[in-house]
C-alpha cells in the first residue's frame, strides 16, 4: 500500500566466544567476596574478551559497537519496575531489593528514566586509534534483560526476567533485571545507531557513568578492549568468505554451506520514534537489544527474523497446541479468572496512495495494538470440519491451577490469503473506526480478524504477568492453510500489534473533508469473548487531516506525554 525504505545497515555484530565470558566470569566468581551478603546486589562490569573484530561493509560503511562487555550481578539480582500511571504521566524506575523474605524498594531519581527501552547513558565509551589519538566518545543506554547468560555454575539455570526492552511507545509497565550470577549485555544493539571507523586497529576503554556508579555502587574500574574493524564487500570472494563459517548452527537454517551477509533489518515502525517492526507486519522484525556477543557465527549466514529468547515480538516461541478434539458437553462459562482486553491508542499513523493497484485513493494507515490485561489469558482454539473455510471458535477457562473447567464458542476463524497474513484470523477480535470530531463513525476498517499472538510486553507489572510467553510470532501460532486446528493464545500483560503495512491496517479518507478525526480501535467489538471488564475496551487517538486529494497531509497531536504519531 505504502512505500517505505528498508535501512541499508546489514546485521553483523561482533562474534565474542562464549567461552570468553565464561572465563572472565569465573575471576569474579573466583573473588574472595563473591559469597558474602551484602544489603544491595553486587554489580561488576567486565569484558568477555581482551580483544574484538568488527566488520565495516564497503557498500555501507560503519561498525556496530558490540564490545563484549556485561553486567554481572552477584549477592542478588538487579531488578527494576518501570512504570507510568497514564499517558499523562512520567515514567518512573523503582528498584526492588530482596533481602530473604524482605522486600525494600528505593526510587531511581525523577526524571533518569524517560521510557522502557533501558537506562539511558549507562556505558560510556571512548575509542582511539593506533597513534593513541581519539577518534570516538559516545554513550550507550544499557538493557538490564540483555540476559547473556551464567557467571556462575551455581547461578539459576534460567533467569526469571524477560529477555528484551520493550519499545511500544504506549508501554505501560515493565520489568527489568539481571538475575544473580548471571550476566548482561551492555551493548544497545540495533537501537544505537553505527559508527564509521575506517579499516585498522583501535582501543576502546568502557566505564559506567558516575551516576550509575554511585546509584548502583558500581567500582570504578573501566574496561579496555583491543578492537579490529575490517572492510568487507557483499561482492566478490571476500564477502562471502571473510563473514565466518557456521558449524552447526541451529539458527543458519537451510541457508547453504557458504556463509551470507546479513540482510538489512525491517524499517522502524513509522513515528513510533526508536521503536523498530515488531509485531505482524510484511517486514522481517529487526531484533531488539540482546547478547549480540553470545551468538553463533552461524547467525551470520540465517535470516534476521525471530530468535529463541526474545519477549518483544522479535522471537519465535512455539505455539500451544490446540487440543486435541474439539469440546463436548455442555458449555459453561465458571467464575473463574478471565483476561481483560484493552486497546492501546493508534500510533505509526500517515498518510499513503493506493499505488498501482487502487489508483487515485488517499489513505490513513495505522498500527494497533490490543493487550491482556488479566488476570486470565486469553485462549482461543479453532477447529476446522473435513471441507469447510472457516474453523469453529471456542474460548477456553481455566481454573487457578490451570485446570480447564469450561469452554464457550466464541464465533469462526477464517483464513486470510492476503500478503502479508496467510494465516488464520480468528473474526471479530478488535474493530477499527474514524471517528469524526463529534466522535461519529465517519469510516470502518473492514479488518475484523486477527491472528492472536504476544507481540509486545505491554504492562508486565499486571497481575498474573508472563514474563516469557509462548506463542510470540504470528508463523508460529496461526496455522497452514491446510491446518485442521489452531489455538491462539494472548497472555497476561502482552498485547497483539498489526503494524500500518498490513492490508486493512487503514481507512480510505479519499473524500473525507479536512479537520479532526479520532482513530478508534475497540477491542471485542460484538463482545463474544468472556471478559472480566467491558467498559475499558476503547482507545482514541486524535489526528488531524489537511492538504489535497493526492497529497493528504495527517497531523497527530501528543497523547498526553506520549508524542509518537
Given at each position: 500500500?505504502?512505500?517505505?525504505?528498508?535501512?541499508?545497515?546489514?546485521?553483523?555484530?561482533?562474534?565474542?566466544?562464549?567461552?570468553?565470558?565464561?572465563?572472565?566470569?569465573?575471576?569474579?566468581?573466583?573473588?574472595?567476596?563473591?559469597?558474602?551478603?551484602?544489603?544491595?546486589?553486587?554489580?561488576?562490569?567486565?569484558?568477555?574478551?581482551?580483544?574484538?573484530?568488527?566488520?565495516?561493509?564497503?557498500?555501507?560503511?560503519?561498525?556496530?559497537?558490540?564490545?563484549?562487555?556485561?553486567?554481572?550481578?552477584?549477592?542478588?539480582?538487579?531488578?527494576?519496575?518501570?512504570?507510568?500511571?497514564?499517558?499523562?504521566?512520567?515514567?518512573?524506575?523503582?528498584?526492588?531489593?530482596?533481602?530473604?523474605?524482605?522486600?525494600?524498594?528505593?526510587?531511581?531519581?525523577?526524571?533518569?528514566?524517560?521510557?522502557?527501552?533501558?537506562?539511558?547513558?549507562?556505558?560510556?565509551?571512548?575509542?582511539?586509534?593506533?597513534?593513541?589519538?581519539?577518534?570516538?566518545?559516545?554513550?550507550?543506554?544499557?538493557?538490564?534483560?540483555?540476559?547473556?547468560?551464567?557467571?556462575?555454575?551455581?547461578?539459576?539455570?534460567?533467569?526469571?526476567?524477560?529477555?528484551?526492552?520493550?519499545?511500544?511507545?504506549?508501554?505501560?509497565?515493565?520489568?527489568?533485571?539481571?538475575?544473580?550470577?548471571?550476566?548482561?549485555?551492555?551493548?544497545?544493539?540495533?537501537?544505537?545507531?553505527?559508527?564509521?571507523?575506517?579499516?585498522?586497529?583501535?582501543?576502546?576503554?568502557?566505564?559506567?557513568?558516575?551516576?550509575?556508579?554511585?546509584?548502583?555502587?558500581?567500582?570504578?574500574?573501566?574496561?579496555?578492549?583491543?578492537?579490529?574493524?575490517?572492510?568487507?564487500?557483499?561482492?566478490?570472494?571476500?564477502?562471502?568468505?571473510?563473514?565466518?563459517?557456521?558449524?552447526?548452527?541451529?539458527?543458519?537454517?537451510?541457508?547453504?554451506?557458504?556463509?551470507?551477509?546479513?540482510?538489512?533489518?525491517?524499517?522502524?515502525?513509522?513515528?513510533?520514534?526508536?521503536?523498530?517492526?515488531?509485531?505482524?507486519?510484511?517486514?522481517?522484525?529487526?531484533?531488539?537489544?540482546?547478547?549480540?556477543?553470545?551468538?553463533?557465527?552461524?547467525?551470520?549466514?540465517?535470516?534476521?527474523?525471530?530468535?529463541?529468547?526474545?519477549?518483544?515480538?522479535?522471537?519465535?516461541?512455539?505455539?500451544?497446541?490446540?487440543?486435541?478434539?474439539?469440546?463436548?458437553?455442555?458449555?459453561?462459562?465458571?467464575?473463574?479468572?478471565?483476561?481483560?482486553?484493552?486497546?492501546?491508542?493508534?500510533?505509526?499513523?500517515?498518510?499513503?496512495?493506493?499505488?498501482?493497484?487502487?489508483?487515485?485513493?488517499?489513505?490513513?494507515?495505522?498500527?494497533?495494538?490490543?493487550?491482556?490485561?488479566?488476570?486470565?489469558?486469553?485462549?482461543?482454539?479453532?477447529?476446522?470440519?473435513?471441507?469447510?473455510?472457516?474453523?469453529?471458535?471456542?474460548?477456553?477457562?481455566?481454573?487457578?491451577?490451570?485446570?480447564?473447567?469450561?469452554?464457550?464458542?466464541?464465533?469462526?476463524?477464517?483464513?486470510?490469503?492476503?500478503?502479508?497474513?496467510?494465516?488464520?484470523?480468528?473474526?471479530?477480535?478488535?474493530?477499527?473506526r474514524l471517528l469524526k470530531a463529534d466522535q461519529k463513525e465517519a469510516v470502518r476498517s473492514g479488518k475484523e480478524a486477527f491472528c492472536l499472538a504476544n507481540t509486545d510486553?505491554?504492562?508486565?507489572?499486571?497481575?498474573?504477568?508472563?514474563?516469557?510467553?509462548?506463542?510470540?510470532?504470528?508463523?508460529?501460532?496461526?496455522?497452514?492453510?491446510?491446518?485442521?486446528?489452531?489455538?491462539?493464545?494472548?497472555?497476561?500483560?502482552?498485547?497483539?500489534?498489526?503494524?500500518?503495512?498490513?492490508?486493512?491496517?487503514?481507512?480510505?479518507?479519499?473524500?473525507?473533508?479536512?479537520?479532526?478525526?479520532?482513530?478508534?480501535?475497540?477491542?471485542?467489538?460484538?463482545?463474544?469473548?468472556?471478559?472480566?471488564?467491558?467498559?475499558?475496551?476503547?482507545?482514541?487517538?486524535?489526528?488531524?487531516?489537511?492538504?489535497?486529494?493526492?497529497?493528504?497531509?495527517?497531523?497527530?497531536?501528543?497523547?498526553g506525554l506520549v508524542d509518537a504519531n
Open positions: 500500500m505504502m512505500t517505505r525504505s528498508l535501512l541499508a545497515r546489514p546485521w553483523r555484530p561482533a562474534i565474542a566466544v562464549a567461552a570468553a565470558i565464561a572465563v572472565t566470569a569465573g575471576v569474579v566468581a573466583a573473588a574472595p567476596d563473591a559469597k558474602k551478603a551484602q544489603p544491595t546486589p553486587k554489580l561488576s562490569l567486565i569484558a568477555a574478551s581482551n580483544s574484538v573484530t568488527l566488520d565495516s561493509w564497503k557498500e555501507s560503511p560503519g561498525v556496530y559497537l558490540d564490545l563484549g562487555t556485561y553486567v554481572t550481578a552477584e549477592n542478588g539480582p538487579l531488578e527494576l519496575k518501570v512504570t507510568r500511571k497514564s499517558y499523562k504521566d512520567p515514567v518512573v524506575a523503582t528498584q526492588i531489593i530482596r533481602e530473604g523474605k524482605k522486600v525494600r524498594t528505593k526510587t531511581l531519581p525523577k526524571g533518569l528514566v524517560k521510557d522502557f527501552s533501558g537506562l539511558p547513558n549507562f556505558a560510556e565509551i571512548t575509542i582511539t586509534d593506533a597513534a593513541g589519538k581519539k577518534v570516538l566518545t559516545k554513550s550507550e543506554a544499557f538493557c538490564p534483560n540483555n540476559a547473556s547468560g551464567r557467571v556462575r555454575p551455581d547461578a539459576p539455570a534460567k533467569s526469571k526476567y524477560p529477555q528484551s526492552c520493550p519499545v511500544n511507545p504506549f508501554t505501560l509497565g515493565s520489568v527489568w533485571g539481571v538475575e544473580n550470577g548471571w550476566a548482561s549485555n551492555t551493548y544497545s544493539g540495533y537501537y544505537s545507531a553505527p559508527v564509521v571507523l575506517p579499516a585498522g586497529k583501535y582501543t576502546a576503554k568502557v566505564s559506567v557513568a558516575k551516576r550509575y556508579r554511585d546509584l548502583f555502587d558500581i567500582a570504578d574500574k573501566p574496561q579496555t578492549v583491543k578492537v579490529t574493524v575490517r572492510e568487507l564487500s557483499d561482492e566478490g570472494p571476500a564477502g562471502r568468505s571473510a563473514a565466518g563459517r557456521s558449524h552447526g548452527s541451529h539458527g543458519a537454517g537451510h541457508s547453504g554451506h557458504a556463509a551470507a551477509p546479513m540482510p538489512a533489518p525491517a524499517p522502524a515502525t513509522s513515528g513510533a520514534g526508536p521503536s523498530y517492526n515488531v509485531g505482524h507486519g510484511p517486514h522481517t522484525p529487526a531484533p531488539p537489544a540482546l547478547p549480540w556477543a553470545l551468538k553463533k557465527a552461524g547467525f551470520r549466514s540465517a535470516q534476521v527474523g525471530d530468535r529463541s529468547g526474545q519477549t518483544d515480538g522479535s522471537r519465535k516461541a512455539p505455539a500451544a497446541a490446540p487440543n486435541t478434539k474439539r469440546p463436548t458437553g455442555r458449555a459453561t462459562v465458571p467464575d473463574v479468572p478471565k483476561p481483560d482486553l484493552r486497546s492501546l491508542p493508534a500510533y505509526g499513523i500517515q498518510i499513503s496512495d493506493g499505488g498501482v493497484d487502487v489508483p487515485g485513493k488517499d489513505y490513513l494507515a495505522f498500527s494497533a495494538n490490543v493487550w491482556n490485561a488479566g488476570p486470565a489469558k486469553l485462549v482461543v482454539d479453532g477447529f476446522r470440519s473435513p471441507g469447510k473455510k472457516l474453523m469453529d471458535a471456542y474460548q477456553y477457562f481455566y481454573d487457578a491451577n490451570g485446570k480447564q473447567v469450561g469452554y464457550t464458542p466464541t464465533g469462526t476463524m477464517e483464513w486470510d490469503p492476503r500478503p502479508g497474513h496467510e494465516h488464520w484470523h480468528f473474526t471479530d477480535f478488535a474493530s477499527y510486553a505491554v504492562d508486565y507489572t499486571v497481575k498474573n504477568a508472563n514474563w516469557d510467553p509462548d506463542n510470540t510470532d504470528l508463523s508460529t501460532a496461526c496455522g497452514q492453510e491446510n491446518s485442521i486446528s489452531v489455538r491462539e493464545v494472548l497472555d497476561v500483560g502482552s498485547g497483539d500489534t498489526y503494524s500500518q503495512d498490513l492490508p486493512g491496517q487503514s481507512f480510505d479518507i479519499t473524500n473525507l473533508p479536512n479537520g479532526t478525526y479520532y482513530i478508534q480501535v475497540l477491542a471485542n467489538p460484538e463482545k463474544r469473548l468472556k471478559e472480566t471488564n467491558l467498559t475499558n475496551n476503547s482507545a482514541l487517538r486524535k489526528v488531524v487531516l489537511g492538504g489535497r486529494p493526492g497529497a493528504r497531509t495527517v497531523t497527530v497531536p501528543a497523547h
